[in-house]
């Protein structure tokens, strides 16, 4: 008899509390983002090769953590942020254009009380009531269309500002995970302390992932790269910084944002083409959607209505430009326009037909203030599929209208499909890394059995210690 | 399959979230009577119902239009009737000049002719909405009449003028067509548009004034050279009579025509209407039953995860 059977008692008491201790911890996290389960891996302790066995060791813990499937995690969760931010950004839009139109307040049903007004103007052209209801409805379609361009910028300026905000966040993540690629690196590997920090990296990552759409690397100290469209952007303890910029081109007046790389110095290093993350949808509806003077061949919202309030004032002016005001007498019309400016934010009525409503050239021959032939005419062009595309005017703002109703029923399909793939991988991770409380519950039974039957084992070699101690007295 | 606690509770939340979501759009429709919430609801629905706005919305002012225009040519045909009566009596009141009782009353007849020659110029001044019906393009009242120096062709110095001009006014009720709106002056009055005019004139000198040009005393009787310029007016002032009918039955052609169309107008309007609504308005008794369906589905997953989500291996230790 010896004190063995007592070290081995101490051993397994040690071991059990211990996994107890990470059993215990595993519930005290059951509900924290990014923690993965972890497991005591208890260890026989032999002394030597073919010797008996002398106790219990708690050689490390094993945490279970898949990181193929954390990558392909982050993404699709890259690409369902943008999708959710299209979606967001687009409802706004569509919110903005407030089409279809339940009350007389779209674009469309303005411009049809327009119509409605010159066909009244046309039938009584020296009537001057009806003149200046056709300036008032004239004015509340071009009201309109300011107030659509205005919010339209306004949400552009909002989204910089999104983007700007989060860009701003990011940054102290990149620092961060540098700092945690310094300390897990000194961290024994299997510790709990580089468990926990490869936790909170997994945390910043799926965080930094909804933005930007990162791709990692990690070796075999647990430090971690992360690169971002072929740069590098965090790598051991260093990590840059990301700017938003602006860039004015002066030919064509495209202001446009871009992230860039910049050093710790503020040397802008290179500026990154984002395709995927919540950053990149919010800089693409900036840069595309909303920016009236895109170049490019993508959707933008606004150039396309510059483009039809231009083509719709272009043609109401030209006709209007054939015709006589009530008080012209001249042989040739006075080239009179109704609008002047050309774009959502621009348009307004002109300031000569706006002060007087006999202005307005309705009649094609001068002394004749019951012709209403130019007014007639300007109806009739208006409802001739004479526009773009062969369209109405009307017809030409419903293409717009339905292109980005396209636009929204794309995105919602895709945000859809990427939110179940999503919740799919998010399942399988789940699956091998969360923790299921029914499975610890039936761990805490185990170590806590296996602590009360050690504790037995001590007391049993106490008591027979205590016999020998007797019988030697 | 393992699964984890928080994926327990994740995926009823995301299944909650998903139905709450499917209910509020069957509510809202339910509320709005609108299938199409949003534009991306159904693109292709969407399209459809933006044409059908601007079709019904182009077919409405089409309509209207004629309606409008109807109307004018109703008032135009009871002006133009009013006339060609009016000059049948004044033809009338000729030939009672002529009457063997009456050849003593050439001047009392006379000052009946001038106030059918008043009541004529009011009538060729007729208005409606705002225009004069014969003034052509123009906007003022356009016939006055006035006396002038008297002539030995005109003692009275009476004439007739017309201030109007011989445009037509023309409307587009539908795309592309140009209609006439009015009558020309010179279609119902004659030449120049005062030609009715003068011969009602050249019948009232005969009657007030003399062949030297001095004013007839009352009770002189007509002679008969007189006699015989006068009944030469006549079948002149009936001439005009059947033109005025004819430019009439015209205008009154022309209205059945733009009546026909604006039916026909209308029954399209209901067709695209109802095309419309085949796309844009929420089938009511379909959508109460999805409500139904969900809020069925929305009460079994809540009695589910009730019951799962509560139970582990703790409750029973």
Known sequence: MSFRVLYIARSALLAQQAALDITSGNIANVNTPGYTRRRPVLVPIVAQPGAQGTGVLLLRIQEFRVRYLEQQLRSTTARHAAAESDERVLQRIAAILGEPATDDVGIAALL????????????????????????????????????????????RQELFGQAQQQLDALNPLLQRLAELNLRRASSPEGSETAIALADEQARLLDTLARQLPITTTQDERGMI??????????????????????RLDDASGERSAQVWLVAESGTPIASVPLEQGELASLLHHYNVTLDGQERTTGFSLVRELNGWVAEVVGRINAVLAQGYGLEDTG??????????????????????????????PLSAAPGQPDDGTIAWRLLDELQQPVFSGGRTARGAYSAIVTQLGTLQAQVQERRQWLQMSQQQLEAQRQALEGVNLDEEALNLIRYQKAFEAAARVASVAASLLETLIRMGS | ???????????????????????????????????????????????????????????????????????????????AEGLANAVE?????????????????????????????????????????????????????????????????????????????????????????????????????????????????????????????????????????????????????????????????????????????????????????????????????????????????????????????????????
Do not use: C
């Open chain 2, 89 to 317: 009596e004044i033809a009338l009141l000729l030939q009672e000049a002529l009457d063997a009782k009456n050849l003593d009353k050439p001047s009392l007849i006379a000052e009946r002719l001038y106030q059918r020659l008043e009541d004529l110029v009011a009538r060729a001044n007729a208005e409606f909405a705002g225009h004069y019906l014969f003034a052509g393009t123009q906007h003022a009242a356009p016939f006055r009449l006035q006396r002038t120096t008297a002539t030995a062709e005109n003692p009275s110095g009476l004439q007739v003028t017309f201030a109007g001009n011989l445009q037509e006014r023309t409307a587009q009720p539908t795309s592309g067509g140009s209609e006439a709106l009015s009558i020309r002056a010179d279609e119902l009055f004659g030449r120049e548009g005062t030609e009715l005019f003068a011969l009602v004139v050249a019948a009232y000198n005969l009657l007030a004034y003399r062949g030297d040009g001095s004013q007839r005393p009352p009770e002189e009787s007509l002679s008969a050279q007189e006699r015989e310029q006068l009944q030469q007016l006549i079948p002149q002032l009936l001439a005009f009579r059947q033109r005025i009918d004819r430019v009439t039955a015209r205008t009154a052609e022309r209205q059945s025509r733009w009546q026909v169309l604006e039916e026909q107008l209308e029954q399209y309007l209901t067709q695209l209407r109802a095309f419309r609504s085949a796309d844009a308005d929420a089938d009511l008794v379909q959508m109460a039953l999805e409500l139904q369906k969900g809020q069925t589905a929305l009460q079994a997953l809540l009695q589910t995860l009730s019951r799962v989500l509560t139970q582990s291996l703790f409750d029973v230790l």
């Open chain 1, 225 to 246: 790269t992360v690169s971002l469209a072929g740069h590098v952007l965090v790598s051991g303890g260093s990590a840059l910084r990301l700017e938003l910029r602006q």
């Open chain 2, 1 to 79: 399959m393992r699964v984890s606690w928080a994926y327990r509770f994740d995926t009823a939340a995301a299944a909650l979230e998903r139905l709450q979501s499917q209910l509020l759009q069957q509510q809202q429709r339910l509320a709005t009577g609108q299938q199409l919430q949003q534009l991306g609801d159904d693109p292709a629905a969407l399209a459809r119902v933006l044409q059908m706005d601007e079709l019904i919305a182009q077919t409405q002012r089409q309509r209207d239009t004629l309606a409008l225009l109807q109307q004018e040519l109703q008032v135009l045909q009871l002006h």
């Open chain 1, 112 to 155: 049809e009380r327009f119509l409605d007004a010159l066909r009244d103007a046309a039938y009584s052209p020296a009537d001057l009531s009806r003149r200046q209801l056709l300036l008032q409805r004239a004015e509340a379609f071009a009201q309109a269309l300011n107030r659509i361009g205005q919010d339209l910028e306004q949400l």
């Open chain 1, 331 to 360: 042989p040739t019309p006075p080239g009179r326009a109704l609008f002047q400016g050309t774009t959502l934010q621009t348009v307004r009525l002109a300031a000569d037909v706006a002060a007087d409503a006999r202005a307005l």
